[in-house]
């Protein structure tokens, strides 16, 4: 093909073998993932956790509650268009606050509402009859993908029931197996999202450059593996629950 170079991202287990079989070099990274364990409800989830952890949890559930903020969930093909709108605004308002540029239009958004609606998922907190924050989730038949947040207002701990908590209890209604909340964040490992490997493939064709790869990325493995196995240390979990 004349390529300088081919990488595939986020490999499953038999694509990841397959393309190291094929000479492309493995890059391990991490993100934190939730898996649901048959729960029945959100409290039958929280009895796994530790006291300590368990208490934190609840606290910020009330904190919100008792800011009179309500969330409900919509799927895209039953979205209003103020809701869509509402929405997309949310999504640019977190680029224009912190950096970036927000590449989804809002007939990006309206585009996937009419093909893959169902598959779309919007959870908005209103106070007061005005919707004050959002965040935008997309699932398959087993697993939540998150997610793209926005608010108009700051509320204490409103950023984790909605990007978290509220997640989570669409996962447990609707059974699905997994939430995969999006890149970075060890503050996810006290709600429940633990360490998780993700595998990425990558091959250089330049020999020199494909030997400097690959001394990094044994380097880089052996830290990641490191850091991985201290961070399943602060699961709130306790110990021999499954997670």
């Not at 595939?8 to 993100?31: I, K, P």
């Not at 450059?209 to 201290?230: V, W």
């Amino acid at each position: 093909m004349g390529v300088s170079s081919l990488h595939w991202l986020f490999t499953d287990t038999d694509d990841t073998r397959r393309l190291e079989d094929q000479g492309f070099y493995l890059r391990l990274g991490c993100q934190f993932h939730w898996r649901n364990q048959r729960y029945r409800d959100f409290d039958d989830y929280l009895e796994g956790f530790n006291s300590r952890k368990r208490k934190k949890v609840r606290r910020e559930r009330r904190y919100v509650q008792q800011a009179g903020i309500e969330l409900r969930t919509v799927h895209g093909h039953q979205a209003s268009e103020a809701e869509l709108e509402t929405m997309h605004e949310f999504y640019r308002s977190t680029f224009d606050k912190k950096w970036g540029h927000a590449t989804l239009n809002l007939s990006f958004f309206r585009e996937i509402m009419a093909s893959m609606g169902e598959q779309l998922v919007f959870i908005i907190a209103s106070k007061d009859r005005r919707d004050v924050a959002g965040a935008i989730c997309l699932r398959s038949g087993d697993t939540l993908y998150g997610r793209h947040w926005g608010c108009y207002e700051d509320y204490h701990s409103l950023h984790f029931e909605a990007c978290y908590y509220q997640g989570i209890d669409y996962c447990i209604r609707h059974g699905l197996q997994h939430f995969e909340p999006g890149a970075q964040g060890e503050h996810k490992i006290s709600r429940g999202f633990l360490p998780t490997p993700t595998w990425s493939a990558h091959w250089i064709g330049d020999d020199r450059f494909r030997a400097i790869i690959d001394r990094f990325l044994q380097q880089e493995t052996t830290a990641m593996l490191d850091y991985i196995q201290e961070l399943g240390e602060h699961s709130p979990f306790r110990r021999g629950e499954a997670a």
